[in-house]
């Protein structure tokens, strides 16, 4: 199954994204539908969650279909040497759609290759996070009025942040200004740099930027992926280098908000979170409102 599967956000282009926009602001109008009544969706998460995952669930609850699934690989046959595919083509079987989380990278596009349903990516290794892009276009949508000519700032762990390289791509059909602050080793991948010039689209990379903070539209930051690390050392050298405290925050523009993925470590500290700019908790929420459109849209009911 192929063509409706959620895998990459370009899956969906510029109308894709801007449809599941309008269905999710319907969803927050209107957001106890029981569109799913008879179906099952799978859950499979093969890696740690709690927005995702549990919004999902939400999501679905609301909806009034049902969920099959585990929350830990441990407790499915996998550790008694089941292959994915294995696991999927069964799993198949079982469900109407199945939403799944994987360590490695390329794991939701070989799944959706050989499932009889559609698969949604809630995350594949260091790779993609479409359905976290959704809702992070909706938040900005909806704090900034518009997706056009903003300018993004991307702070944190740009390298093994999956939630920032569905992004980059996402907005660049906006035309943004891209900054990108990082550590040396965490910098935003080439490729998606080359992505950002065969668009056309402006960005400027930084190792500092309490000096440009004036500057943001959005500040989008990330806490730096330890599960993603084979020496902790370098892990060591590259936390909490970047922390937001509510002191910076003097001289911004009014309509500057903070948006983080989720879960937080260090890199923003609590005094933020009274702040008018801070927008992550209501974030995690537009989760479940963007998720409802995305399995109502991905299983042809709107
Ligand atoms: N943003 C996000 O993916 O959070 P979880 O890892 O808790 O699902």
Known sequence: MKNKSLVSIEDY???????I?????????NPNQKILDGK?????FFEPSTRTRLSFESAINKLGGRIIGFSDANSSSVTKGESLKDTI??????SDLIVMRHP???SAKFASEISDV????????ANQHPTQTLLDLYSIYKTQGTLENLNIFMVGDLKYGRTVHSLIM????FNPTFNFISHEKLKVPTEYKLYLDEQGIKYYEHSEFTDIISRADIIYITRVQIERFSDPLEYEKTKNIY????????????????????????????????????????????????????????????
Request: overall charge negative; glycine content about 8%; cysteine-free.
């Open 13 to 19: 282009g510029k109308e894709g994204m801007l449809k």
């Open 21 to 29: 926009l309008e269905l999710a602001d319907y969803f927050e109008k």
């Open 40 to 44: 099952v969706i799978a859950s499979l």
């Open 89 to 94: 083509i069964t799993v198949s079987k079982y």
């Open 104 to 106: 490695l990278e390329g």
């Open 118 to 125: 559609p698969i949604i990516n809630a995350g594949d290794g």
């Open 170 to 173: 996402a907005l660049s059909h």
């Open 243 to 302: 922390v937001l405290k509510k002191e910076m925050l003097v001289g911004t523009k009014e309509n500057l908000k903070i948006l983080h993925p989720l879960p937080r470590v260090n890199e923003i500290s609590e005094d933020v979170d009274d702040t008018k700019e801070a927008y992550y908790f209501t974030q995690a929420l537009n989760g479940v409102y963007t998720r409802q459109a995305i399995i109502a849209a991905t299983l042809g009911l709107v």
